[in-house]
């Protein structure tokens, strides 16, 4: 497998700015061939609340370090609820050491920021795992590998094969995405209620297969596209890090154009080559 990782924040805002966070495990360079399990942790800050930024990027870092020490996680059930449990946890003493560091520096939170953070933080979250399989897929294709994958909100997957989309997860229309996804909220401490709302899935890839990960933005305008094979061939224009600058200015093209609403976007790029 080869990974890819492009992150760019809306029109007009810094890559400090942006909501959009990932995190992939083992974190190889761009050309490294990932002949070992991996997993990925894509999240969406939700720009109405408080610290959306920090909460996407700990709780990316979290699933993906999660999936990769337990495979069971992305199969539902309790595996899942320990870890919305133990991902909620991590938010405390975050927050109380980001206080601390802004009473350091001479920028106390004001008393409306405490207001807003006592709402917490929210964002979606889609967390992959993907294994080789030494034997195979169980129809026989000798090169396979085996993925899970968990979604929460409306960030997506999609499965390439022969550069075609064959499954997207979770959403599967345009007319699904709307303005108030399921989200992961720092302080829901009903993790029950969060697993509820989870999706789980699996399947196989094979040689020559793709698995692209993307934020709501991107892949409503992948589903929305009246050429959805075109619209896959241009994606698939950018393949490395090298790219980011271009895969950049074509983003900002289709959003001058109207084709793709102006907020941050993540994709991850998996390709799959045969042994």
């Given at each position: 497998?080869?990974?890819?990782?492009?992150?760019?924040?809306?029109?007009?805002?810094?890559?400090?700015?942006?909501?959009?966070?990932?995190?992939?495990?083992?974190?190889?360079?761009?050309?490294?061939?990932?002949?070992?399990?991996?997993?990925?942790?894509?999240?969406?800050?939700?720009?109405?609340?408080?610290?959306?930024?920090?909460?996407?990027?700990?709780?990316?870092?979290?699933?993906?370090?999660?999936?990769?020490?337990?495979?069971?996680?992305?199969?539902?059930?309790?595996?899942?609820a320990?870890?919305?449990?133990?991902?909620?946890?991590l938010?405390?003493?975050?927050?109380?050491?980001?206080?601390?560091?802004?009473?350091?520096?001479?920028?106390?939170?004001?008393?409306?920021?405490?207001?807003?953070?006592?709402?917490?933080?929210?964002?979606?979250?889609?967390?992959?795992?993907?294994d080789?399989?030494?034997?195979?897929?169980?129809?026989?294709?000798?090169?396979?590998?085996?993925w899970?994958?968990?979604?929460?909100?409306?960030?997506?997957?999609?499965?390439?094969?022969?550069?075609?989309?064959?499954?997207?997860?979770?959403?599967?229309?345009?007319?699904?995405?709307?303005?108030?996804?399921?989200?992961?909220?720092?302080?829901?401490?009903?993790?029950?209620?969060?697993?509820r709302?989870?999706?789980?899935?699996?399947?196989w890839?094979?040689?020559?297969?793709?698995?692209?990960?993307?934020?709501?933005?991107l892949?409503?305008?992948?589903?929305?596209?009246?050429?959805?094979?075109?619209?896959?061939?241009?994606?698939?224009?950018?393949?490395?890090?090298?790219?980011?600058?271009r895969?950049?200015?074509?983003?900002?093209?289709?959003?001058d154009?109207?084709?793709?609403?102006?907020?941050?976007?993540?994709?991850?790029?998996?390709?799959?080559?045969?042994?």
């Amino acid at each position: 497998m080869f990974i890819t990782q492009l992150v760019v924040p809306k029109q007009g805002s810094t890559e400090a700015e942006c909501e959009d966070a990932v995190t992939v495990l083992p974190g190889h360079p761009h050309d490294h061939m990932v002949l070992e399990p991996f997993s990925a942790g894509v999240c969406d800050g939700a720009t109405e609340s408080a610290l959306a930024k920090d909460w996407a990027r700990l709780l990316s870092r979290a699933a993906a370090e999660r999936a990769m020490r337990e495979p069971d996680l992305l199969a539902g059930g309790p595996a899942f609820a320990e870890f919305a449990s133990a991902a909620v946890e991590l938010w405390e003493p975050w927050l109380a050491r980001y206080t601390q560091e802004r009473h350091d520096e001479g920028r106390p939170l004001k008393w409306y920021e405490h207001t807003k953070l006592a709402e917490g933080a929210y964002a979606t979250l889609l967390a992959v795992r993907v294994d080789p399989e030494p034997g195979g897929t169980p129809g026989g294709t000798a090169s396979a590998w085996r993925w899970r994958a968990a979604a929460l909100g409306d960030s997506c997957l999609f499965h390439l094969r022969d550069k075609r989309l064959v499954r997207t997860f979770p959403v599967t229309a345009v007319e699904e995405f709307g303005t108030t996804p399921d989200l992961f909220g720092s302080r829901n401490h009903d993790v029950g209620l969060l697993a509820r709302r989870t999706g789980f899935t699996e399947g196989w890839s094979d040689a020559g297969d793709k698995l692209l990960l993307m934020t709501d933005a991107l892949a409503a305008w992948l589903l929305s596209a009246p050429d959805q094979d075109a619209a896959v061939r241009q994606l698939l224009e950018y393949a490395g890090p090298d790219d980011l600058g271009r895969f950049t200015n074509w983003l900002n093209d289709l959003r001058d154009r109207r084709h793709l609403r102006n907020d941050d976007v993540a994709f991850v790029r998996i390709d799959f080559e045969g042994r």
